[in-house]
């Protein structure tokens, strides 16, 4: 059967900024395709309701409080999910984000820590994760969170867009030296219906600007990108690696911009 290349039964996978958002989307989806799940985020009482909502589905969860900036919390993370489950499949490098900023007003710490949370940080963890992968199942598959910032150009979003594009890059050159045994692939996302976009989404005159710039009309929902990753981190995607899909409602340019002073 087709669908049974969708499953996750039995696997191991690391989902970090699992507290909230598309993050906590991604750990529910992969514990409905039968994964178990290690969540990790800042917040430790988000992460006990995502894995409160795991173990609803039939599947074992754990919580593991991480700051992914830290690269003793990323070791951490690790060690923690191989002392619980004995393997490791899967990671979604979702944690990551920036504001906006105009580029003027952007200092060297705050492009520095974007480049750190963007990209760094998920290269880092694969880093660590990739033998373990080899080592306890074999092989596995990385699935890298990024967004349409990476390739659209957006006014006051300098930091977070070169985080992004980078982590596109990241993607692409270690599929080549990763293949055959690690997939490793992204999501580029546009506009998803999260706390991050809220300030949009609340906003009535902001929110139909949103909708007619979006071929779609309407914002994505986490479910749109679990989806997604569901197909990546799954034997159905047995023969992707080192690709960046476009998961954005249709868009080719930003839905709305941020406005900047003007020199």
Request: one cysteine or more.
């Amino acid at each position: 059967m087709i669908l049974d290349r969708f499953k996750l039964t039995d696997r191991v996978a690391i989902v970090t900024g699992a507290g909230k958002g598309i993050g906590r989307g991604i750990a529910l989806a992969f514990a409905e395709a039968g994964a178990h799940v290690a969540c990790a985020a800042r917040t430790e009482a988000d992460l006990e309701a995502t894995a409160a909502e795991i173990e609803k589905r039939g599947r074992r969860a754990l919580v593991v409080p991480c700051d992914v900036m830290q690269s003793e919390a990323l070791e951490r993370l690790v060690a923690a999910t191989l002392a619980e489950f004995g393997r490791l499949d899967l990671l979604v490098n979702n944690a990551g984000g920036t504001g906006p900023r105009p580029a003027l007003q952007t200092s060297e710490r705050f492009f520095e820590n974007a480049l750190r949370f963007n990209v760094t940080s998920p290269f880092l963890l694969t880093r660590l994760v990739v033998p373990k992968m080899v080592e306890t199942a074999g092989g596995g598959a990385v699935v890298n969170i990024s967004s349409r910032s990476s390739d659209m150009v957006q006014t006051a979003f300098v930091a977070y867009a070169a985080g992004k594009a980078a982590l596109n890059m990241v993607t692409r050159n270690l599929a080549a030296e990763l293949a055959p045994k690690v997939r490793v692939n992204a999501l580029s996302v546009g506009g998803v219906d999260t706390d991050a976009l809220s300030v949009v989404l609340k906003d009535e005159r902001a929110r139909r600007a949103f909708e007619a710039g979006t071929p779609m009309a309407r914002p994505g929902t986490v479910e749109d990108i679990a989806a997604a990753a569901v197909y990546l981190a799954s034997p159905a995607a047995g023969w992707v690696t080192g690709k960046v899909f476009q998961i954005d409602g249709g868009t080719e340019a930003p839905a709305i911009r941020v406005p900047v002073p003007a020199l």
